[in-house]
C-alpha cells in the first residue's frame, strides 16, 4: 500500500493538486456541489419514505430525485479521487477519512437492500399509506448515515 500511495502522490496530478493554488479549492468545490445534490436528493427521497408529504407518490418523487443523487456522482467520485491524490498517505492515516470510507460503504449497502428489498413491493405503499416498517428504518439509517458522511468530510480539515 505505501508503495502504491508513494506512486499516486508523485503523479503529475496529485502534484497539481498540491502545488495549485486555486485548483484544489476548485475540486473541492465541485465534490461539496455534488455531495448537496446527491444528500438532498436522497434527503427528500428518504423524508418522504419516512411519511412527510404522504399524497406524493413515492416512485413519482424517486423518479425524479434518484436520477439527480446517481448523476451527482459523475461530480463526487473524479473530484474525490483528485483530492485524494493529493495527499493519499495522509488521507488512508487519518481515522476520519477511514470513518467516512466505512459509512460510505455501508449507505451504499443501506440503498441496495433498501431498492432489492422493500422498494420492489412499493406500489402498495406509493401513496396515502405508511411505508412498512423496515422502509422506513432504512430511509432513517439512510439520513443518519449521510449526515455522519457529510460530518466526516467536514471535520476532515481539521483532523
Same mark, same amino acid.
Given at each position: /500500500?505505501?508503495?502504491? +500511495? #508513494?506512486? &499516486?502522490?508523485? +503523479?503529475?496530478?496529485? @502534484?497539481? /493538486? !498540491?502545488?495549485?493554488?486555486?485548483?484544489?479549492?476548485?475540486?473541492? +468545490? =465541485?465534490? $461539496? $456541489?455534488?455531495?448537496?445534490?446527491?444528500?438532498?436528493a436522497v434527503a427528500m427521497?428518504?423524508? @418522504? =419514505? &419516512?411519511?412527510?408529504? !404522504? @399524497?406524493?407518490? =413515492? !416512485?413519482?418523487?424517486g423518479a425524479h430525485v434518484l436520477p439527480w443523487a446517481a448523476a451527482s456522482l459523475l461530480l463526487i467520485v473524479p473530484a474525490g479521487l483528485l483530492m485524494f491524490a493529493s495527499a493519499p498517505q495522509d488521507f $488512508?492515516?487519518?481515522? +476520519?477519512?477511514?470513518?467516512?470510507?466505512?459509512?460510505?460503504?455501508?449507505?451504499g449497502v443501506n440503498a441496495a437492500l433498501f431498492h432489492v428489498g422493500v422498494y420492489r413491493?412499493? #406500489?402498495?405503499w406509493d401513496a396515502g399509506v405508511a411505508a412498512p416498517v423496515l422502509a422506513r428504518a432504512q430511509a432513517l439509517l439512510s439520513l443518519l448515515l449521510w449526515t455522519a458522511i457529510v460530518a466526516c468530510g467536514r471535520l476532515l480539515a481539521y483532523t
Open positions: /500500500m505505501q508503495a502504491w +500511495t #508513494a506512486w &499516486l502522490a508523485g +503523479t503529475p496530478v496529485a @502534484r497539481a /493538486m !498540491r502545488d495549485g493554488v486555486w485548483l484544489y479549492p476548485a475540486v473541492e +468545490t =465541485v465534490h $461539496i $456541489i455534488g455531495f448537496a445534490v446527491l444528500v438532498g427521497f428518504d423524508l @418522504r =419514505v &419516512l411519511g412527510f408529504a !404522504r @399524497r406524493l407518490p =413515492v !416512485r413519482a418523487l $488512508i492515516a487519518n481515522p +476520519t477519512f477511514r470513518l467516512k470510507l466505512a459509512l460510505l460503504a455501508a449507505a413491493g412499493v #406500489a402498495h
